[in-house]
């Protein structure tokens, strides 16, 4: 089982640089989240989806953008990255009750 | 938005039970409560989620106070492998991971 899957595991960007850290999962969840962890914080909610064609934003939505065209898939997309982006990204899908988790991505901004 | 009161840390004993105390003050009738934990360098895995009633799974029981303004997680027998920072999500407030538990289980 699949299950929440993200890409890549690790990447390093230069300041400036852009890319789309891919999610997708196969539970036929309706709900999709993305997270941002910094080290010893807890999780903070950049956007979430509650179904295809819809997307809100989170707590902390600068500098990121989201788009949910299928259901399997939420890709969020960084633009111009910056120090201060550097965290431990986690995608999560949901039926309604409870959430699955991706095992993240490291990105670290140079 | 509703928030949660998490002790930082706590110890155990391995093969002690562990109970994981969680204060949710402001709740509405419908709102449920989740447990998450999150293992070293993982995402964060479901644990159980509640109601009203107490709840049992294969991995832990939630016991839910009568006015539902707190709750507790508890792990009937701690293992090493149970060492993790857990996570109680405000009712209402799915979103919200706070910074939760660690707990530090002995050998």
């Known amino acids: 089982n699949a299950g929440v899957t993200q890409t890549p595991k690790f990447r390093i960007l230069k300041i400036g640089q852009s890319m789309t850290l891919q999610c997708t999962q196969d539970?036929?969840?309706?709900?999709m989240y993305w997270y941002r962890q910094d080290p010893g914080m807890g999780l903070k909610l950049i956007y979430y989806?509650?179904?295809?064609?819809?997307?809100d934003k989170g707590e902390v939505p600068n500098g990121y953008n989201v788009s949910r065209s299928t259901t399997e898939d939420f890709p969020l997309r960084l633009e111009l990255a910056a120090p201060s982006q550097t965290s431990v990204y986690f995608c999560?899908?949901?039926?309604?009750?409870?959430?699955?988790f991706g095992q993240g991505t490291r990105l670290t901004v140079v | 938005d509703a928030k949660t009161t998490q002790p930082n840390s706590m110890e155990s004993n391995e093969e002690e039970p562990v109970h994981l105390p969680c204060n949710h003050s402001?709740?509405?009738?419908?709102?449920?409560i989740h447990w998450y934990r999150q293992l070293p360098s993982q995402g964060p895995e479901y644990v159980i989620h509640?109601?009203?009633s107490n709840v049992n799974n294969r991995m832990a029981s939630l016991a839910i106070a009568e006015d539902r303004k707190s709750s507790t997680l508890i792990l009937h027998r701690a293992t090493l492998r149970d060492a993790a920072v857990y996570y109680c999500?405000?009712?209402?407030?799915?979103?919200?991971f706070g910074t939760g538990t660690s707990l530090t289980v002995i050998p």
């Open positions: 999560a899908s949901s039926p309604g009750l409870g959430a699955f």
């Open positions: 539970m036929n969840h309706n709900y």
């Open positions: 989806s509650v179904g295809a064609g819809i997307t």
């Open positions: 402001t709740i509405s009738g419908t709102d449920y």
């Open positions: 509640g109601l009203t």
């Open positions: 999500i405000p009712p209402g407030n799915q979103f919200y």
